[in-house]
């Protein structure tokens, strides 16, 4: 008996979700191919929830035909998530791509195999074969989930480096639109790995047991596929080239560049990127990368604030200052309230409000009041 109940109609919510999220970014005329890989990954999630739908309102039960249909492609989740993060990230597509997608192509096709056996060869098969093919299918899916896992945030922390060395503030980038995407899917990902390892490894969970894994799920592709077709136009900064490895004095380097720095106004623009400074210092962007982050271990955005910082440092220390703090801060070139704060207690080590109030009557009693000198500061 056919009978749609609550918890058919709670993951049925997901999968019309993603159904329509995936829709939506094919029709996307920018970012072609990460938004085709996304709808694709939205997708697979959606009718990965399609046998339980189906399942908990008895389909299975009255047309037995529709057993071993292709509706769950676990090792087709790992790889397109993997490829969608290298595709907004890479200026081409990752090396050997079409490699990643032969597993969940293979496992499609053997599907679609089994699925369009008669009825009387698929119930020999689950009766002889059925457990040893399942437990196959279940260590290559946590092994794939796994790994690709592990990949997709090998590749986003190594964005993340990069971006921090090119911009002077990552998240104008839409740094959390990435971290906010892959926390939530990541968690569920390695929650499926932990109950199919539970399953391998004492007694396989059935269908109910399971509903919980899934309303994760489902409120997973919901959330994800909302906030990915809000950002599926955005262009992210591709990650360049690997740098030069010839052995230079970087420190002598980042020096020369620092002196420069403070004999120019340019860090003052708060979209001030990595290849912005390189041009106003006349060098390389690979170059100028590279002095930062061997001359004094940090990063471009680190070494830009701290210019930005000594500025408004010294300017509060000077009595004679009539502009307010946040005016200060903008005019240093801080686009946010925030960010200005949290890198001014990381260089003074104090609110901007208490270093000029100790700073004005240290003035006041002739004591000398030291500011953060950039090299010193960096080392």
Not at 47 to 58: C, E, H, R, S
Not at 255 to 278: H, K, M, T, V
Not at 287 to 300: C, M, P
Request: overall charge positive.
């Amino acid at each position: 008996m056919i009978r749609f109940g609550s918890m058919s109609f709670v993951l049925m919510l997901g999968a019309i979700q993603g159904g329509v999220v995936a829709a939506g970014l094919l029709r996307k005329n920018v970012n072609r191919r990460p938004n085709r890989l996304l709808a694709a990954l939205v997708l697979v999630l959606a009718l990965k929830l399609v046998p339980y739908i189906i399942g908990y309102a008895g389909f299975y039960n009255a047309y037995p035909w529709l057993d071993l249909a292709p509706f769950d492609m676990g090792l087709a989740t790992g790889p397109l998530l993997y490829l969608y993060i290298c595709s907004i990230t890479l200026p081409d597509a990752a090396p050997r791509w079409k490699l990643h997608l032969v597993p969940p192509i293979a496992q499609f096709a053997i599907y679609c195999v089994l699925f369009a056996q008669p009825l009387k060869f698929k119930q020999w098969f689950e009766t002889h074969i059925g457990t040893a093919f399942n437990t196959c299918e279940t260590v290559l899916v946590v092994l794939s989930l796994s790994t690709y896992t592990y990949l997709t945030w090998r590749r986003y922390l190594q964005y993340e480096v990069w971006l921090k060395n090119q911009f002077g503030d990552p998240d104008a980038h839409r740094l959390r639109y990435l971290r906010t995407v892959l926390v939530p899917l990541s968690a569920t990902l390695l929650a499926f790995v932990g109950a199919k390892v539970w399953g391998l490894c004492f007694r396989e969970l059935n269908y109910f047991q399971m509903f919980p894994f899934y309303v994760m799920l489902t409120l997973t592709v919901y959330a994800f596929g909302f906030t990915a077709f809000q950002f599926a136009e955005i262009h992210f900064p591709v990650v360049l080239d690997p740098l030069p490895t010839k052995e230079i004095d970087w420190r002598a380097a980042a020096d020369e560049y620092g002196r420069e720095l403070a004999e120019l106004s340019f860090w003052r623009d708060p979209q001030l990127s990595i290849s912005l400074a390189a041009k106003a210092l006349n060098t390389s962007e690979t170059r100028l990368s590279k002095a930062i982050n061997q001359g004094y271990e940090i990063t471009f955005a680190e070494w830009i604030n701290r210019h930005r910082i000594t500025e408004v440092a010294r300017r509060l220390s000077d009595p004679a200052e009539d502009l307010s703090i946040q005016e200060l801060a903008l005019e240093c070139g801080f686009n946010s309230k925030a960010s200005f704060n949290r890198w001014f207690r990381i260089v003074i080590g104090s609110t901007p409000t208490q270093y000029r109030d100790s700073a004005r009557i240290g003035a006041a009693n002739n004591a000398d009041i030291p500011l953060p000198g950039n090299q010193e500061s960096a080392s």
